[in-house]
């Protein structure tokens, strides 16, 4: 099983470029999540799925969309980046009984 | 307000000494705990959940309801265990979202 799969691992965009941070679960995983890793701020939650059609927002969700049609991806779009979404962003997947799963990680940088 | 709180940013002993990273939470339901470990340049993994009440890689950890603490111990520190640990927390039911804390470098020096 690959797990989580976020592509791409790194990416560099200009200040206003939108993206698309992809994320792609194998496990049949009903609940999954995105979370931004900054030095000295952990992780925060930026929106989660708690299954297909359905996604909330969590503690960050300003500049950030998402949409969840399928069970298996979770991407995460930025409409206009900004230098302060400049972080390593983590996709997670997690079942019923299961802990969260994470995926590697993508490093943005927006210059 | 929900929160984790780790105190120290950097952790730094040298091998075979003890190690505790200390962790505190504010929940006002029933938390379920956990302690994720990132060794450079990886994704995070967990490392223990509460519940199951394991030992993994020599390290354990006690909920202290009264103390709201989690904190993680070692009795014998080694090298491998350099990495960044994060504890965190999940309302039962809350499934999929975890409050992280801001996570402590532990560096075990030779």
């Known amino acids: 099983n690959a797990g989580v799969t976020q592509t791409p691992k790194f990416q560099v965009l200009k200040t206003g470029q939108s993206m698309t941070l992809q994320c792609a679960q194998d496990?049949?995983?009903?609940?999954m999540s995105w979370y931004r890793q900054d030095p000295g701020m952990g992780l925060r939650l930026i929106h989660y799925?708690?299954?297909?059609?359905?996604?909330d927002q969590g503690e960050v969700p300003n500049g950030y969309n998402v949409s969840r049609s399928t069970t298996e991806d979770f991407p995460l779009r930025l409409l206009s980046a900004a230098p302060s979404q400049t972080s390593v962003y983590f996709c997670?997947?997690?079942?019923?009984?299961?802990?969260?799963?994470f995926g590697n990680g993508t490093r943005l940088t927006v210059t | 307000a929900q929160r984790v709180t780790q105190p120290e940013k950097l952790l730094s002993v040298f091998k075979g000494a003890p190690v505790e990273l200390k962790c505190n939470y504010s929940?006002?339901?029933?938390?379920?705990l956990f302690w994720y470990v990132q060794y450079s340049r990886q994704r995070l993994q967990l490392l223990l959940r509460?519940?199951s009440r394991e030992s993994i890689k020599g390290f354990t950890a006690d909920l202290n309801k009264g103390e709201t603490s989690f904190h993680l111990k070692k009795p014998f520190a080694q090298e491998e265990d350099s990495a960044m640990y994060y504890c965190?927390?999940?309302?039962?039911?809350?499934?999929?979202?975890?409050?992280f804390g801001q996570g402590t470098t532990l560096q075990v020096k030779p």
């Open positions: 929940y006002s339901g029933s938390p379920e």
């Open positions: 509460h519940i």
């Open positions: 496990m049949n995983h009903e609940y």
């Open positions: 997670a997947s997690q079942g019923l009984t299961s802990p969260l799963h």
């Open positions: 965190a927390l999940s309302g039962l039911g809350n499934t999929g979202k975890l409050i």
């Open positions: 799925s708690v299954g297909a059609g359905i996604t």
